[in-house]
């Protein structure tokens, strides 16, 4: 998650009062934000991904203003209108939105445009999912001649110069020279066009989702007005981060001044500022928050949150980007009323507590082998093929592997014994007997599951010592099915883990249930264990179901 | 007690090997001679030795000395002579080539040259060069011949020997200086110096030896009655025994589960692999939510069949459909819901829950105590699979009071008395909150887990229906690292056998 930092004078000032340092802390952790620290003059805090509003100094000392009742309800932003153009061409589909804004009389310094910058960087990760869904320029004003254009074109047959650069390239050429053309070139899979700015003479003016063009050049500490676009595939995404800068530059002290974004079959002002209105139920707010909130007390906490109310109505600044259903303002009244001002209340609901069967069966198998002296193991579930498959002398197709996995266990375990001879090769400087065991989940292919992996829970058993022997093995698994009240018989079968000849399938009836024997040296060598083992390795949940039967 | 009968209880008291070792005090104070001369091992005679120690019949010293062994060639050379003896012994009056000597001394040519070398200087021969180098024995070396070397006066002494002890120390270091003939290793010898109890102890006739240990033939017979049986010193050490037991983490579970059955809520179970559709969009996890990139989750080369619902699911995503909710906007992609990964939380096991439920089931609690998967290289802070305690409140009348009631109950059962609620955000929770609980070691907040109220866009779509639906995921590997101190976290699941054997069971 995003985190800003912030410059602890400037910030006291745009919230317009000073607190202890302790009660700031608290403040800006209720707040629902994550304060990291504040050291030397600086406080660096986490910003939660709903909340792109509060990624600038300034939207953050706004949200924070409100909420410690400062300056609280909606802010009023006055748009004048500047008359200008921008003309969207029906060719930018794969990207068809734009929402653009000037503001005028503003003061920049060196510090404040790189707060600008990282805002600007910082909305375009979080709000514009890193450029995807929308991505946004800032420009002097002083050298675009509108009308402007946002069209798509030919990269191949477009010259610019990307700002940086000292030299003109084809645009075709950013996704291989540019820094952001090439870390951003994924965004753009299929594209034989690509969207721009041009204005009235034909300057480019950026290339999307790239870079700015050198031509209209950069903000520096002279400009005093700017031109600001926002383009994406959504349009209320788009809109809403171009209230987020317009507000921001505001609260620095610009006058806003809205557009006129022609469409091919439409004409929006943009930005618009009019806050929009949602139904609020106080019965609804008052249940999930378990208080008695009157009107007056719920547009009050309303208020702390940077909104308005009127008349059964919420209304909602337009820059926050997360408000999709009523339940986004319990939330917002539940902080300005304060998490820390919740009761602790259980309620008079009699419902009756429940094991899931088969954890309380398998909790008594853990019993038996506690009783019978075994160390109980818990073992990673993912493990390399090699641990599976090569080592144990088996090569089984229906390993399941990971697409991803950052570690070098990449691979579903599909059976426990692998992992239990993996912990007998890493404890052979402790004292033997070493009798573990392990009951856990196994996977497999199959393509009838739903998700194309079959689960099951198993049990498997090793016996580690000088004499450890089948007959050993045997009288193990004897117990727990006595234990059980099954009967069970032992068929020899072929295992290539195993010694031939000394190792049996359990079987009850027709349903095989697992099997035992005396591993094999080969595969002893292979994990590098000394002393002979045996296993066991049982279908603990067939057990399960045959004992419901 | 009189001291006589102090006396009297210890010689009861004493053990089989401190009864076959005192006697032998008397005549040796070194370890190994004290075990010779009782006919036991050094371990066995060293337990006894300080049993009786313990007793405070003797103190033991250690004393380091430098011993001086044979080495290979000092053995051979005690049994068959020094090399440059056998060389002389070859030698005739008559010059003759080296080679005939060396074969007739039977030595090697690198022996054979040493000899030669050792015998020049002492002036035993004379040399002549011509085509082959010649030699003959002179008076001296036949003096010599005919006298005990001291090389091998000194090798027939009683190795190993202490260096102190030996006098010619020139001699000494001439044979350290020759190939592997001596070696001196430094040796920690165990002495004895007894006390006056001891010496008494010493001295005293012991008596018959009194019964060891009650056999079921003494029981049938009646024969203990005669019998006296020795007193154990009880305060000794004995050697350790283990037992069988679960895993730490598994002590902790079930205590957890406990918790949960008893405040009456209902254990969910299920896959650890999952589709993406169950593990995240039905919870409304954006589909182009960060946490959902490659690296945080762990996905297969696999497609999931989906519910008919994932319809209902996409509309949701889109426009928010029934739920009076904008929904996320954008389009919702089947081939993204389709996707198989391991689960990222437990909170898929109540959504599915939250699938199965009918409004005639409600009021509702359900729990989980399951492993969840997160795309991370292994660290002594990080693994990629951790339990999470997952738990949901279905109950039209629930709300924030309950939540925060419901875990404070929890954690005070876990040992912490104060819980901490801090917002949050979560995709699928409105509320969300932060769940810190107050260590009173640290004497600070500590961060636990996740919790909220699930979003109408969650509840309406799967339960069919608006519903307050308490939900909290809270993390056990930091309960657990805390109860149990550990550094490191993949201890966890290092499943070290003396661990295993010694950790502490879980004391809640």
Known sequence: MPTITLNKNEFEKLVGKELPLEELKDRISMLGTDLEKIENNEIHVEIFPNRPDMLSEQGFARAFSSFIGVKTGLRQYEVKKSGLKVIVDSSVTMRPYTACAIVKNLQFTDERIKEIMQAQEKLATTHGRNRKKSAYGIYPLKSINFPVKYTAKDPAKVMFQPLGFTYKIKASEVEELHPAGRKYKPLTEGWKEYPFFIDSKENVMCMLPYTNSHDTGKVSADTTEVFIECTGTDLINVQTALHMFV?????????IYSLEVQYPDKTITTPDLTPRRKKIDLSYVNKRLGLQLTEKEVQQLLERMGFG??????????????????????????????????????????????EAALETFLTKIRDIFVGLSFLEVKNYHLMTVEDLNIKMNLQMDTVVPLRNALGEHNHLRNSLVPSLLKNLSENQHHEYPQSLFEIGRVFTSHKDAETGVEEKEKLALVLAHEKSDFTEAKQTVDVLFKALGMKVNVKEIDHRSCIPGRVGEIVVGEEVLGFLGEVHPQVLNNWNVEVPVVIAEIEVEKVFALLRT | ???????????????????????????????????????????????????????????????????????????????????????LGALSDEFKGVNVIIKKSKLSREEATAALGILRKKNALDLKKEQELLVKITLVGKTMLSEQFPEEKFLQQNFPVELEKIENKILLDLLLKRKELLKVEEKTETHV???????????????????????????????????????????????????????????????????????????????????????LDALFVPQDHPAREMQDTFYLNKKAQLPEMWKTIKKVHETGEETESKGWGGEFKKEE????????????????????????????????????????????????????????????????????????????KMGYSKVRMRPAHFPYTEPSLEVDVFHPGKQQWIELGGAGIFRPEVVIPLLGFDCPVLAWGQGLARIIGEYWNMQDIRDLYKNDVKQLREWKVFLR
């Open chain 2, 193 to 279: 110096a007894l006390t006056d109890l001891g010496r008494q102890l010493a001295e005293v006739d012991l008596g018959a030896e009194v019964t060891n240990r009650l056999t079921p033939k003494m029981l049938k017979e009646g024969s203990w009655k005669k019998q006296q049986f020795r007193a154990y010193d009880v305060e000794v050490n004995v050697p350790a025994i283990y037992g069988g037991r679960k895993h730490i983490e598994q002590q902790a579970i079930e205590y957890i589960k406990r918790i949960w059955l008893d405040l009456g809520f209902k254990e969910m179970t299920g896959n650890y692999v999952q589709s993406a559709f169950w593990d």
């Open chain 1, 309 to 354: 109310y009127g008349a059964g109505e919420a209304l909602i600044p337009a820059y926050r980007a997360d408000i999709l259903h009523q339940v986004d303002f319990v939330e917002d009244i539940a902080i300005a009323y304060g998490y820390e001002n919740f009761k602790e209340e259980i309620p008079n609901v009699a419902t009756i507590g429940e």
């Open chain 1, 247 to 255: 507000t921001l530059f505001a609260d620095m002290g610009g006058e």
């Open chain 2, 337 to 412: 819901t389709e996707q198989v990964l391991l689960r990222t939380h437990t909170t898929v096991l109540s959504a599915r829950t939250l699938a199965n439920l009918k409004k005639e089931d409600l009021p509702a609690k359900f729990f989980a105590v399951g492993k969840v998967f997160r795309n991370e290289a292994l660290d002594w802070k990080h693994l990629f699979e951790f339990y999470q305690i997952e738990g949901i409140v279905v109950d039209p009348q629930a709300n924030l009071q309950n939540l925060k009631g419901y875990l404070t109950q929890f954690y005070k």
């Open chain 2, 1 to 87: 007690m009189e001291t006589a009968d102090i006396f009297q209880s210890l010689i009861l008291k004493l053990h089989p090997l401190e009864r076959a070792v005192l006697p032998q005090l008397i005549a040796h104070d070194e370890l190994s001679k004290i075990a010779k001369a009782a006919k036991l091992d050094e371990t066995e005679t060293m337990r006894a030795l300080q049993w009786l120690e313990n007793k405070g019949a003797l103190h033991l010293q250690k004393q380091k000395k430098q011993l001086i062994f044979l080495g290979k060639n000092g053995t051979i050379y005690k049994k068959s002579g020094m090399p440059e003896k056998l060389f």
